[in-house]
């Protein structure tokens, strides 16, 4: 993991968006692609199923810019949420070094966000990485849905995030905590640089 | 250049809400303890939230509690133009000094430091230097230090070791109370709910706040009618309900903003934590700078874009500082002055520092310690020196208190410089002690050694540091000045700190040539103990003993034959020993009464097996004939055995 390279003075950061099939990745980052002047974002590259269902993942390079001298770029990914995809969202793991955990907040689909945080762990696991060392938010999304339907953050927090992670309720689709997200496991990536530099 | 404190702005009409408590307490604070307490105190608010006011009032509130303060007000820019003004005058130093005089220095906005190098730094000089003399420093900004964009990191911390406190925006009940204290001040009265509606309108600050006062005022006097709730909204046209500052915008609109928002943010951790290592290396430098240590190396490192191991070279740096400190720390023991020296506190030059520790610890060791060949255990007593063992106990009992000095006056060989070793050695075992215990001519060469290698401090710190000062020989400083002065200065020293001296000499002090009158007379004035020639006892008892050294059973035929044998000196009696031990080493035979009669009274000793047998001690050759006494007569060696036939009566 070359997050800072000091010779070249740049810093990468892969963040990948992982979470149940449908529950909102890809919208998360077609709204940040909305949100990033053109010149600043690369080709957002997206294998989608005629069914706006991701078949191998979404890439979202978008450059930052010159940030203290270091030309900083973040690489957003998605993994696709289907269960049988799993060979993917290993490969799309790999290297990353944060990680959104995109819930659904439809309390029907409350084991799906169960068994894919699992699913997320064991595959870093695979990779030899400890979950709890990894930069790591959640996100709450669909909250824009009729309350009868959804949970709120505070069930989602207790069923899901039973390690005080950082968590924002979202609406993808309107971009309502998006960027909230992306700050927040932002700066718990960069934050490692500290100490990256340290050793 | 400085401006007056306003009289208006006091604490009193200060205030205080849940948004600014803090600062308010820590004004408070500084202003009744001023230097002690918070120093620098640095308050960061928005535009128009009471720094200023704020400021002044802790200045005024001081000035109150003590009268004698001096107190400055003035802004940072008023600070550096008239630094400017005065240097350009010539006069910086005298300006300098004046505001070194002053108690408690307010200063104002100093956000305007971004990138004004020279201003950084007289801010930075300002700041250390009232921090080392206890006035009080107290300064406002607009952002909190680290958010002073190029603002040095040795200011930062500056700034952060005091106490940085902010003040909010104020909530509504005490924009209230704001309200209400300034329309009162300003003799204005207004129906209930207008005061209430200007508060609960949000303005970003205070003084938007009296702005909006202010017009309700004059409204209300123009208008000669008591303003209600609903026409001061339209005066003060909030009829629409006011977008709240920083309120989101819907979803949708402002494409970019939340991205510029996002990158500004990311800018931020970023440059918190890329720079990360430069905090460090500057909080380093800080520290051992403060400590008085160069600290070069680690000031190259900031020069480079990105050094390889910032951490590695810190640890390093302060690894070297350490063991400077240890050196100094050794070097401080052995030569106080020494160790003032700048290159303990160079970690760039190691090697000179270690040289430097290692001269001063073969300068300055520890004193020469009494030889541990002489114990006490092995020292025989008897009637010619049962005074100076009584004396020796004495002193050993209470060292420095009862006989100082002690003089053991006595002929060579008589066992002084035993008793001398011996009571070095029991004195040496006291918690603490550190026994000097050297001959006369030792001293002399160490103080002719310190002279030449301009070291004579370190020497004398060295005897200063002993609690016993044991000289053998103390005849052999006759004729030496320089060394008759260093022991007396040494002398009175001892003796005033109640440590223990002991000296030998061949002959008591009056009779002792070429000695300083004050010298002599100190030598003699605590007790001077004889010993004689060693009597049977003594006798019996060295010879004992040597026998034993030399492993020989004696028996008591042996040691009565040899303890009747005269014997004029201890020295005389083991240079016997040691020839009959010699004479039986060689014959293979068992050292009896009989065959050290046959050594020492001559009887058929060929000359050749004498030689062999080396019986030269002591580096006086005793005679086959122990009954010769007078060493003139001796012939002190034989090279045939015929010639002494010739020699001998016929």
């Not at chain 2, 300034?182 to 209430?196: I, N, T």
């Not at chain 2, 800018?267 to 520290?287: D, F, M, P, Q, S």
Request: proline content about 5%; overall charge negative; charged content about 25%.
């Amino acid at each position: 993991m070359s997050l800072v390279n000091f010779t070249a003075r740049e810093i990468t950061c892969k963040i990948v968006y992982y979470g149940p099939g449908r529950s909102g990745k890809t919208t998360n980052l077609h709204y940040v692609y909305s949100r990033v002047p053109e010149t600043r974002r690369g080709r957002m590259v997206s294998l989608a199923t005629q069914t706006d269902r991701t078949l191998f993942f979404d890439f979202l390079p978008i450059d930052l810019g010159q940030i203290s001298g270091f030309t900083t770029r973040f690489q957003l990914y998605t993994v696709p949420g289907q269960v049988y995809y799993n060979a993917t969202r290993r490969l799309v793991l790999q290297g990353a070094d944060g990680v959104v955990f995109v819930a659904d907040s439809q309390a029907r689909q409350l084991d799906e966000n169960i068994e894919s945080l699992q699913n997320l762990q064991a595959n870093l696991l695979d990779h030899g990485v400890d979950i709890r060392g990894l930069p790591l938010v959640l996100q709450y999304n669909k909250q824009d849905l009729p309350r009868e339907l959804i949970l709120t953050s505070t069930d989602l927090d207790d069923a899901l995030n039973f390690r005080s992670l950082p968590s924002f309720p979202a609406d993808a689709l309107h971009g309502v905590g998006v960027f909230e997200t992306l700050k927040s496991i932002s700066e718990q990536v960069l934050k490692r640089l500290a100490q990256g530099t340290t050793a | 250049m400085t401006t007056t404190l306003n009289p208006k702005f006091t604490f009193e009409t200060f205030v205080v809400g849940a948004s600014n408590r803090l600062a308010v307490t820590a004004a408070r604070t500084v202003s009744e303890n001023p230097g002690s307490a918070y120093n620098p105190l640095f308050i960061y608010s928005g535009s128009g939230l009471g720094k200023t006011h704020l400021l002044m009032a802790t200045g005024a509130q001081a000035k109150k509690l003590a009268p004698g303060l001096n107190i400055e007000y003035l802004t940072l820019d008023e600070y550096v133009e008239a630094f400017h003004a005065a240097v350009a005058a010539g006069q910086g130093d005298a300006f300098r000094r004046r505001f070194q005089n002053v108690d408690v220095l307010l200063v104002d906005d100093v956000q305007f430091l971004t990138g004004r190098a020279e201003m950084q730094a007289e801010l930075l000089r300002l700041t250390e230097a009232r921090q080392a003399e206890g006035r009080q420093i107290v300064l406002t900004c607009d952002r909190p230090p680290a958010e002073i964009a190029a603002l040095d990191e040795r200011l930062i911390s500056r700034f952060s070791g005091g106490l940085v406190v902010d003040m909010g925006v104020p909530d509504y009940e005490t924009r209230v109370a704001i309200l209400r204290r300034k329309a009162e001040e300003r003799g204005a009265s207004f129906q209930p709910g207008v005061l209430e509606t200007v508060a609960a309108a949000e303005f970003v600050n205070v003084r938007e706040l009296m702005g909006a006062l202010n017009r309700l005022i004059a409204y209300q006097a123009v208008n000669e009618t008591p303003i209600n709730a609903e026409a001061a909204k339209q005066v003060l046209g909030l009829t629409a309900a006011p977008a709240p500052a920083g309120a989101r915008a819907p979803a949708g609109g402002g494409s970019g903003d939340e991205f510029a928002q996002f990158v500004s943010d990311v800018t931020v951790t970023v440059g918190k934590a890329v720079e990360a290592w430069r905090a460090r290396v500057a909080e380093a430098i800080l520290r051992w700078e403060g400590e008085g240590y160069r600290t070069h190396r680690l000031e190259a490192l900031l020069e480079q874009d990105a050094p390889a191991a910032v951490d590695d070279a810190i640890t390093a740096f302060i690894t070297d500082v350490e063991r400077l400190k240890a050196l100094e720390a050794e070097v401080a023991t052995l030569d106080p002055q020494a160790a003032g020296q700048s290159i303990f506190r160079d970690p760039e030059h190691m090697p000179e520092a270690e040289a430097a520790a290692a001269r001063v610890r073969d300068g300055a060791g520890p004193p020469p310690a009494p030889s541990p060949a002489f114990p006490m255990a092995q020292f025989a007593a008897g009637a010619s020196n049962q005074v100076a063992m009584s004396a020796v106990e004495a002193v050993l009992a209470q060292p420095g208190k009862k006989y100082n000095p002690l003089l053991l006056v006595g002929r060579s060989g008589l066992g002084k410089t035993h008793l001398l070793n011996a009571l070095g050695l029991a004195l040496a075992q006291r918690p603490g002690a550190i026994v000097a215990c050297l001959s006369t001519q030792h001293f002399i060469d160490e103080l002719i050694a310190a002279i030449d290698g301009n070291r004579v401090d370190w020497w004398r710190a060295r005897y200063r540091g002993a609690t016993a000062l044991l000289l053998d020989d103390i005849h052999l400083l006759a004729g030496k000045e320089r060394t008759q002065e260093e022991l007396f200065n040494l002398f009175n020293r001892f003796l005033d700190e109640e440590k223990q001296l002991v000296f030998t000499a061949p002959t008591p002090p009056g009779a002792l040539a070429g000695i300083e009158d004050r010298i002599a007379s100190r030598l003699g004035s605590g007790l001077v103990a004889e010993l004689t020639e060693p009597d049977r006892e003594v006798r019996r008892g060295v010879a004992e003993r040597l026998l034993a050294q030399q492993q020989v059973r004696a028996d008591a035929a042996l040691l009565d034959y040899l303890a009747d044998r005269p014997a004029d000196s201890v020295r005389a009696l083991a240079a016997m020993v040691q020839r009959v031990v010699g004479a039986a080493t060689a014959q293979e035979r068992p050292l009896t009464a009989g065959l050290a009669r046959e050594e020492l009274e001559g009887q058929a000793a060929a000359g050749e097996r004498r030689r062999t047998s080396g019986f030269r001690t002591s580096g006086i050759v005793v005679s086959s004939a122990g009954g010769i006494r007078s060493r003139e007569k001796m012939v002190w060696d034989w090279p045939e055995p015929s010639d002494r036939v010739l020699e001998e009566p016929r």
